[in-house]
C-alpha cells in the first residue's frame, strides 16, 4: 500500500526523538578542586524558577531570558575526584522538568609552602581568644547566608595589575606548624596600590580581622562572596554598594603576613574556591535581576 506524503511526514515526526526538556552546558577553566563551573541550563518551555544542587549545596541560578538560567557551582578545594550529579529542577506551566549533569572531577594536587611569621598568628595568645572565635562565627555566618538577588551585573575582573602566584590551595606551614590550605589567590602588589572591586557588590565587613587584617568583604549575591585582606588602608564602609572598578582600599602587610601583598579570597555558597576560575567561569552574565 503507497502511503501518503502526509502520512509519511507524521510517521517520521513520531519516530523522531523528542527534545530534551532541560539541556545543559558547562563551561570552566577545569573541573578539579578549587574550581567555579558556570552552568548554562536551556529548558523546552519557559521557567518561572530553576533549582540546582550540587556537592550537597543548593547553588543559585539566575534567568537570561525566559528558556535560559546560568547558575555557578563551585568545586570545593578538598572535593574528592569522582563524579558528581547535579540536580536541576525547572518549574513551568506544563509542569515541572526534571534532569541531572555529571561534575566529573580530576585530581588535583597542591604544592606546600613554608613561611615564617610572627609567633602570635601561629600560638595565638589568651587574651585574643575569644576575639578569634567570635570573628570565625562572624564569617562562618556570611558564608551561610545567601542574598536572593544578583548583584554583580558585570564579568569579573583582577582587582590589581599584578598577577598572582599561585598559592591557592597550598597546605600551610607557619614557624614549622602545618595550618589549613591557602583559600585565596595572593598578589604582588607593592603597599599602597589601590585596590580595585572585581565587579559589583555590598559590602558587609570592612574592618580590622585578627588573621586577615584590615578586611573588606563583598556580598555580590546569590552566595558569591569576595574576601580582601591584608589592606593598609579601608576606603570603603559596611552597606556600601559598590560599583565594578571602585576602590575599595590600599594594598598592605596587617594581619598575618610576610610582606606586603594583596589577598583575594572567593566563597561561593560555602565552597573555597580560585578567584582566577571565577574570573574564567563568569563571562558576559548578562542584566542582573533587581
Request: no cysteine.
Amino acid at each position: 500500500m503507497r502511503m501518503t506524503l502526509a502520512a509519511l511526514v507524521f510517521t517520521l515526526a513520531q519516530a523522531a526523538p523528542a527534545p530534551p526538556a532541560i539541556s545543559v552546558t558547562a563551561k570552566a577553566r577545569s573541573l578539579q578542586p578549587g574550581e567555579v563551573v558556570a552552568l548554562t541550563i536551556a529548558t523546552a518551555e519557559p521557567a518561572s524558577a530553576v533549582h540546582v544542587r550540587a556537592f550537597d549545596h543548593d547553588a543559585q541560578p539566575f534567568r537570561v531570558d525566559p528558556k535560559t538560567w546560568r547558575v555557578l557551582v563551585g568545586i570545593d578545594l578538598e572535593t574528592a575526584p569522582r563524579a558528581y550529579l547535579a540536580a536541576i529542577a525547572a518549574d513551568t506551566a506544563a509542569g515541572p522538568l526534571h534532569s541531572t549533569y555529571s561534575i566529573v572531577v580530576k585530581p588535583k594536587t597542591f604544592d606546600t609552602r613554608t613561611l615564617t611569621v610572627d609567633d602570635a598568628f601561629v600560638n595565638p595568645p589568651a587574651s585574643v581568644t575569644k576575639r578569634i572565635e567570635d570573628e570565625a562565627v562572624l564569617l562562618s555566618s556570611l558564608w551561610a547566608h545567601v542574598t536572593p538577588e544578583r548583584l554583580w551585573t558585570s564579568p569579573f575582573i583582577r582587582p590589581v595589575a599584578e598577577a598572582a602566584n599561585s598559592a591557592f590551595g597550598k597546605r600551610s606551614v607557619f614557624n614549622g606548624q602545618a595550618r589549613s590550605p591557602h583559600t585565596g589567590a595572593d598578589f604582588e602588589s607593592p603597599a599602597g596600590t589601590p585596590v580595585h572591586a572585581p565587579s559589583e557588590g555590598r559590602v558587609v565587613v570592612a574592618r580590622e580581622l585578627y588573621y586577615t587584617g584590615n578586611t573588606v568583604i563583598l556580598d555580590h549575591g546569590l552566595g558569591l562572596y569576595s574576601l580582601f585582606a591584608h589592606f593598609s588602608e579601608i576606603d570603603v564602609h559596611d552597606k556600601d554598594l559598590v560599583s565594578q572598578g571602585q576602590v575599595l582600599g590600599k594594598v598592605g602587610a596587617t594581619g598575618r603576613v610576610t610582606g606586603p601583598h594583596l589577598h583575594w579570597a572567593i566563597r561561593l555558597n560555602g565552597a573555597r574556591v580560585d578567584p582566577l576560575s571565577l574570573i574564567v567561569a563568569v563571562e558576559g552574565e548578562g542584566p542582573a535581576r533587581r
